[in-house]
């Protein structure tokens, strides 16, 4: 058996030592996505910046009741609570009584009542906490991007196929016109076969390095870090009080995957989507040229496609023989027979009027997510979506990490050729936490 090769059982969600207490709250696989008899109870976990939008689209939805709340930030927690309550004080829906907050998910995912959780939390948590949900029954929407490592992109995979889950990745991009249109234009073979792909996003992750701070009370730090490697408290990791801005833990690579894993989730997303790899990936990884450079990595794609990651540039730029499509969020471009088109209307009417490969069309990410769970069809982000988009993107970073070329197979999710490391494609979980 190729040891490099990922091919992940199904394991207990382990609750040993300090996850022993809460053992009872952890329900077996089975349970209804929701209530035949009423709305779908929601449970929101992390409770940041993010999470906030999230809460406030949930909250305006007649057919979810948002039942619980977790962060283990108290502030976040309570600030959170109160709103959700507010909310419903002045517009209480069916089946709501109250809302819960926790500080450990645990809590959360083994309420009965609860069908779906909204994962919100750093990405050093979204897969440990995503396969617990799924193994305990709920449906999931989960912020992107969906892992940390490759590894956890494939026990994603797993949980939510064999617990017969919904999943949505948070790449609401897939959910936006112009980059459904762009990808379009692509499959349909309007600029000729796409040879070379662009996407500008900022660089790899960098190892933590930030001093000491005293922590303020009300932060439980030990939780925060859940599966991480142990590291001082620093409040750029996890701010005190009420904050309006994005944290910078995606910087580091103990929390993260720098932008490369933060809006190259997005970006790398919508190219593999216009290449129609969605079940795939690439073959070949090249490194950048220069050491300690932060952008110039490419991934090559069995048909010869190169996708180059750049400093700057319109967000998804794809180049062929016959033209030039470049899209960014609320704008698009096409270049072709010595004329620009910059608007969708103009660009669809003239080139996708019959088109013979038609996408999956979603204008509202969160309602398609709400949609599927009662269809229980996929989602148009599902979990193989997600998974596939991140590991590109890890891909990316083992260039900048380790500065070598490797070759990939994208169906094993393994290193091929003799290349590559296995140990690039997991990392130790601290403690009792495990997949």
Request: aromatic share 8%; charged share 25%.
């Amino acid at each position: 058996m190729n040891p490099s090769a990922i091919t992940l059982p199904r394991r207990r969600f382990l609750r040993t030592g300090a996850a022993a207490a809460l053992a009872p709250f952890i329900l077996p696989s089975g349970l209804r996505a929701a209530s035949s008899d009423g709305p779908i109870g929601v449970g929101f976990i992390g409770m940041g910046k993010q999470s906030g939008g999230l809460l406030g689209n949930f909250l305006g939805r007649k057919e979810v009741v948002v039942r619980a709340v977790c962060d283990v930030d108290t502030n976040r927690r309570e600030a959170a609570l109160k709103r959700v309550r507010d909310h419903y004080a002045t517009d209480k829906p069916a089946g709501w009584k109250d809302c819960e907050a926790y500080n450990d998910f645990r809590k959360i995912i083994g309420r009965d009542d609860i069908h779906a959780v909204v994962i919100a939390t750093p990405d050093h948590w979204h897969a440990v906490i995503a396969v617990a949900a799924a193994k305990a029954g709920k449906d999931i929407y989960c912020e992107k991007p969906l892992t940390q490592t490759v590894r956890e992109a494939v026990a994603i995979i797993d949980a939510v196929r064999s617990n017969k889950r919904v999943l949505q990745t948070g790449s609401q991009q897939r959910s936006s016109r112009e980059f459904r249109v762009a990808c379009e234009l692509v499959r349909n073979g309007v600029i000729g076969k796409v040879s070379r792909i662009e996407t500008a996003f900022g660089g790899p992750g960098v190892p933590y390095d930030l001093p000491e701070e005293k922590m303020e009370p009300g932060l439980d730090w030990d939780l925060w870090l859940g599966p991480a490697p142990e590291v001082v408290y620093n409040s750029v990791l996890s701010p005190r009080g009420l904050h309006d801005h994005f944290p910078m833990w995606r910087k580091y690579r103990e929390f993260g995957g720098g932008m490369v894993t933060d809006w190259g989730a997005h970006h790398v997303d919508i190219a593999q989507w216009a290449l129609d790899q969605d079940q795939g990936g690439p073959t070949r990884v090249i490194p950048p040229d220069g050491e300690n450079a932060t952008h110039g990595a490419k991934l090559i794609y069995a048909d010869g496609t190169e996708l180059q990651h750049v400093n700057s540039g319109p967000g998804v730029s794809f180049y062929g023989p016959d033209g030039e499509v470049h899209v960014a969020r609320g704008k698009i471009e096409i270049k072709k027979d010595g004329k620009s088109i910059k608007e969708l209307d103009p660009i669809e009417s003239e080139y996708l009027k019959d088109p013979k490969v038609k996408l999956p069309r979603s204008t509202d990410h969160i309602g398609d997510f709400i949609s599927s769970i009662a269809s229980r069809k996929p989602p148009i982000a599902n979990a193989e979506v997600g998974a596939r988009s991140v590991i590109a993107c890890h891909l990316l970073n083992f260039a900048y990490y380790h500065g070598q070329e490797f070759q990939w197979n994208p169906g094993e999710n393994t290193f091929a050729g003799g290349t590559g490391n296995p140990e690039w494609l997991s990392r130790p979980m601290r403690g009792d936490w495990s997949l």
